[in-house]
């Protein structure tokens, strides 16, 4: 669905108003331009910019809703090996042109 993202559906904002059950693909040219000029990113929910946030990066496999994660170069997924949480590498790896990063931003102290 990322990859291939239709501009024209793109919204500058998350809209206000209730939502429920909802996704929106917001455009990054505004933090891309605040970048540019030595800015900080601005993350926006429907409360406002986000001032302190915490971050976490994982990858997705083409349409695969399977949170998955990179480590050393190869897409591992997260199992219990031993009874502790593991990083294990897909075999067979997935083609490069079909991983995407996800960064997923959360707030902090609300």
Same mark, same amino acid.
């Given at each position: 669905?990322?990859?291939?993202?239709?501009?024209? $559906?793109?919204?500058?904002?998350?809209?206000?108003?209730? +939502?429920?059950?909802?996704?929106?693909?917001?455009?990054? &040219?505004?933090? @891309? $331009?605040?970048?540019?000029?030595? +800015?900080?990113? !601005?993350?926006?929910?429907?409360?406002?910019?986000? &001032?302190?946030?915490?971050?976490?990066?994982?990858?997705?496999? @083409?349409?695969? %809703? +399977?949170? !998955?994660? @990179?480590?050393?170069? $190869?897409?591992?997924?997260? +199992?219990?090996? &031993?009874?502790?949480?593991?990083?294990? %590498?897909? @075999? %067979? $790896? %997935?083609?490069?042109?079909?991983?995407?990063?996800?960064?997923?931003?959360?707030? !902090?102290?609300?």
């Amino acid at each position: 669905m990322l990859s291939d993202v239709d501009e024209s $559906q793109m919204m500058p904002i998350i809209p206000a108003g209730v +939502k429920s059950n909802m996704y929106f693909i917001v455009s990054a &040219a505004d933090n @891309e $331009q605040h970048v540019t000029s030595g +800015k900080h990113r !601005l993350f926006y929910d429907d409360c406002g910019a986000w &001032a302190n946030v915490r971050g976490y990066n994982s990858v997705v496999v @083409e349409n695969n %809703p +399977k949170e !998955l994660y @990179e480590k050393n170069g $190869q897409v591992c997924d997260r +199992k219990r090996v &031993a009874g502790k949480d593991t990083l294990v %590498p897909l @075999e %067979p $790896q %997935p083609d490069g042109s079909c991983v995407r990063k996800v960064t997923r931003m959360c707030r !902090l102290g609300h």
